[in-house]
């Protein structure tokens, strides 16, 4: 079994915990809002065209 | 071959595509990434000047490579772009921006983090920094330069020229740590003789560097579906998709 020292050893890296915590997070947190932010962008994209659509096709039947 | 390049050129056959090919390329990649942040944190020692600090670079250094690579991803398809005017290369050009602006940043704000235990100071004005940051610009004005016109045939040239003309910056960015007298620390995996990395340390860091391209590729296909959307809107292919999805 691990031991609640051996965990706090581990997350204090040597006393450097807190630079390479952070590192790691703020990487991570930019590559998840660079796939969140298309994701999201898409369904924006597809609402609008069909707004675009559907108004087109009531222009077209009058 | 020619069949193959076609079908790939076609826009819908592309966007379905990067639908079937999108769970895998996650798998491959969350795969990847534990096995390397796994060898990053767990199995590679601590550095014998650096201590622990050292593990910033499994971030650090993929980043900073893919920020150059995409890039030179970039500038072949500005090439494409002015030479053939083909669609594809133009779509991949400006999805590639986002995701290369990323990589910038994280380089560059990891190796500020890195910096300040190190060094002892968050940023200085050494050339490899300079240079990188200069590259952090150059993402952002392509991005604000194609956003700015509003005629994107007009857009897509401009922004093609700036990338070529932005292409000088990236053999500064190499060659800063030989060319100048640098804080920053020399290569120590891309040197000609062998690298000065011990192997329990070099493997998870060539991982962490496939799994990044991944991310790459996965973060581009996203964008290039929205663009692929946006530029085939007047399609009659677009308009079924779009109305049967709602």
Same mark, same amino acid.
């Given at each position: 079994m691990i031991s609640y020292d051996e965990i706090m050893e581990f997350m204090a890296m040597g006393g450097y915990g807190a630079y390479v915590w952070s590192s790691f997070a703020i990487s991570f947190a930019l590559m998840i809002w660079g796939i969140i932010s298309p994701v999201r962008n898409l369904k924006k994209i597809k609402k609008d065209l069909l707004k675009k659509y559907q108004r087109q096709e009531l222009l077209g039947k009058t | 071959m020619f069949k193959f390049l076609h079908k790939f050129g076609s826009p819908p056959y592309f966007y379905n595509f990067i639908n079937k090919i999108l769970?895998?390329?996650? #798998?491959?990649?969350?795969? %990847?990434?534990?096995?390397?942040? =796994?060898?990053?944190? #767990?199995?590679?020692?601590?550095?014998?000047? @650096?201590?622990?600090?050292?593990?910033?670079?499994?971030?650090?250094?993929?980043? +900073?490579?893919?920020?150059?690579?995409?890039?030179?991803?970039?500038?072949?398809?500005? *090439? *494409?772009?002015? #030479?053939?005017?083909? $669609?594809? +290369? @133009?779509?991949?050009? /400006?999805?590639?921006?986002?995701?290369?602006?990323?990589?910038?940043?994280?380089? %560059?704000?990891?190796?500020?983090?890195?910096? $300040?235990?190190?060094?002892?100071?968050?940023? *200085?004005?050494? +050339?490899?920094?300079?240079?990188?940051? #200069? %590259?952090?610009?150059?993402?952002?004005? *392509?991005?604000?330069? =194609?956003?700015? /016109?509003?005629? $994107?045939?007009?857009? /897509?040239?401009?922004?093609? /020229? %700036?990338v070529l003309v932005g292409v000088v910056n990236i053999p500064i960015i190499h060659y800063s740590v030989e060319w100048w007298n640098t804080l920053h620390q020399g290569p120590t995996v891309t040197k000609f003789d062998k690298p000065s990395i011990h192997i329990d340390m070099l493997i998870p860091l060539l991982v962490m560097a496939v799994a990044f391209k991944f991310y790459y590729i996965i973060n581009l296909l996203h964008n290039a579906k929205n663009q692929i959307l946006i530029s085939e809107s007047t399609t009659s292919w677009v308009k079924d998709m779009v109305k049967k999805q709602s």
């Open positions: - | 769970p895998y390329l996650y #798998i491959i990649f969350f795969g %990847l990434l534990l096995y390397g942040m =796994y060898g990053a944190l #767990i199995t590679a020692p601590a550095d014998y000047q @650096q201590g622990n600090s050292f593990r910033i670079i499994y971030v650090h250094v993929p980043a +900073a490579w893919m920020s150059m690579f995409v890039y030179m991803v970039m500038a072949s398809c500005a *090439v *494409v772009v002015l #030479i053939w005017r083909m $669609k594809m +290369a @133009q779509i991949m050009l /400006i999805s590639s921006v986002a995701v290369g602006a990323i990589f910038t940043t994280i380089a %560059l704000v990891t190796g500020s983090i890195w910096g $300040k235990p190190m060094w002892g100071a968050w940023w *200085v004005w050494d +050339a490899r920094l300079t240079s990188e940051l #200069i %590259l952090l610009f150059l993402y952002i004005g *392509v991005l604000a330069l =194609y956003n700015a /016109i509003e005629d $994107k045939k007009i857009a /897509i040239k401009a922004v093609s /020229i %700036l």
